[in-house]
């Protein structure tokens, strides 16, 4: 990949996503918003990161690489737990989603201390501002992962012409 898609991906990434998620981070009540944008930024820097490009079956290797990056999620099949009630739930119903029919663990969103940690029945609560803060410094931190070249049906976007977009309806 040349250095200027490089340079052009990095500025869009923080204008598109790492902007929008800092400012959504003032309003107490964007944590669902947060997520629906954290969560599939986090999956395509894992899916590159593991070469689980575009299988639909996510690897162990997958959720391993995610509780390196959430310790709190322990293992394999607390990362799996974790991944069908957020990112499954979230993206899917704009909801957390069952596991078990509802005899499963479940998912909250809370100010808590961690970005994500697990209580003691096993339930998992995420503070979608702290989690949104790891997922961009994660990918910040390894852009050119991120960026890859593994999905060959999901390059990165780009905007022609004008990016700036004007409301098609007033507010008033």
Known sequence: MKTSETSE??????????????????????????MMIALPLLERYLRQKTSNFEEPPLSPAFRNELVCCFPNLKDEAGAKDFWSIFRHGVLHQGTFRCLKNGAGASGTLANCA?????????????????????????????FVTFEGCGSPHHPLAYVVGNTTLTPALSTA
């Open 114 to 142: 961690e970005a994500v940690e697990v209580d003691a029945s096993g339930n998992f609560v995420v503070n979608p501002v702290k989690f949104a803060a790891a997922v961009v410094k994660l990918i910040e931190d390894d």
């Open 9 to 34: 991906n990095r500025a869009n990434f923080k204008l598109w996503f790492a902007r929008i998620l800092a400012d959504l981070a003032k309003d107490p009540h964007a944590g669902f918003a947060t």
